[in-house]
Each structure stands twice: as structure tokens, then as C-alpha cells.
């Protein structure tokens, strides 16, 4: 006779209650350690300082880094995910209607940066999830190959360089930057001539 070890199932409130909880996502009752390494963390901040620079100038709406968290995923309910970047317009999030817990919102775009444990299959999954709960756009930043896959929600794809432009399409209207410049840590030399 064997005995199974019963695996502890958590729930989206049990997340909430953790001191650590900001460094885990929330899968089938499971916790799963986000893979975040330095590099990939740094090229999140830069989009979120760029993100957020370019939306609180035009009172866009909310552009939040990597420990927010959004429980907006039709099955299961309790999935918490927490993308390195995400940003909801002001049409959809008032100032008033601000979430003290998980967001139950699924954001207008996501950003994930792919971090060295990152297994391919989990990101693709992670898309299909924010795809499905109705985000519009998520951008998947690949830092070994300086480039930038778009997925758009009519279920479209395209690969972007180091030479091409990033754009918030209609989702973050009017934002563009060339995909070279979420991966420099100064201005370059030729932007400041």
C-alpha cells in the first residue's frame, strides 16, 4: 500500500495573503514561481518607464508593472497571472474603480519578456490565456534575439527586429518606438545629434 502526498491547493485570496506572493503566478491551484532574471527585468522597466511616460502625458489609462496581477480568465477562476507589463485604457478602468486586490479586468495589452527559464510552451500558453480573456495586444520580447513578436487578438502574428518600430496599434494609439530602444541602457548616439 502506497500513500500519495496530498499537494496543497491554493486559491486567488490565498495568493493575496502571502508575504512573497508577488513572486508567484496562480495555475490549477498551484503556485508557479515567476522565472524573472535581471536582464529581463530590467527590458520590462524600460517598457513600462516608456509605456507609462507616453499614456500619463495623454491620461491614457493605467500602465502597471510586473506584480500586478489580473484574475480575468473565464476557467478556472481562480488563475492568477502577472505579465512584466501591462496597461488597461481610462475608458475601462476609471480612477474610482481602481482593484485593491487581483484585477478581474483583462488588460488592453500585456507585455511578456521571455526570461532564461522560460520554457517556449509555457509562454505560447500564457498568450493563448490573455489572448482568450480578450487583451488585444501582447507583445513577447525576446532579449537573446533582440526582437518582439505581436500577437493581436483577431489571432494575427508578426515578428518584429531591432531596426523595426514598436507600436500600441489601436490598443496604445500613437505610441511607437523603434525595438532597439527597449534594449539600450542610454539614448543612442545618432538620437541625440
Known sequence: MSTAEAKTR????????MPDGKNYELVDGE????NMGWE??????????????YCKARRLGWVLPGDASYQCFPFPSDKVR????????????????????????????????????DLYLEVEAKVAEYLEAGVGLVWVVNPP???VRVHRKDGTVMDLE???????????SGF??????????????????
Request: a negative charge.
Open 10 to 17: 491554493y486559491t486567488s485570496e490565498d495568493l493575496l495573503a
Open 31 to 34: 503556485l508557479v514561481e515567476r
Open 40 to 53: 529581463s527585468s530590467w527590458i520590462g522597466g524600460q517598457l513600462h518607464f516608456l509605456l507609462t511616460a
Open 82 to 117: 502577472r505579465p512584466d507589463v501591462s496597461f488597461i485604457s481610462i475608458q475601462r478602468l476609471t480612477p474610482d474603480r481602481k482593484p485593491t486586490g487581483h484585477c478581474l479586468i483583462a488588460p488592453d495589452l500585456v507585455v511578456e519578456v521571455v526570461s532564461p527559464n
Open 162 to 172: 531591432e531596426m523595426d518600430e514598436l507600436s500600441g496599434e489601436d490598443v496604445v
Open 176 to 193: 511607437r518606438c523603434r525595438v532597439a530602444e527597449i534594449f539600450e541602457p542610454f539614448p543612442s548616439q545618432e538620437a541625440n545629434s
Open 145 to 147: 534575439t533582440r526582437s
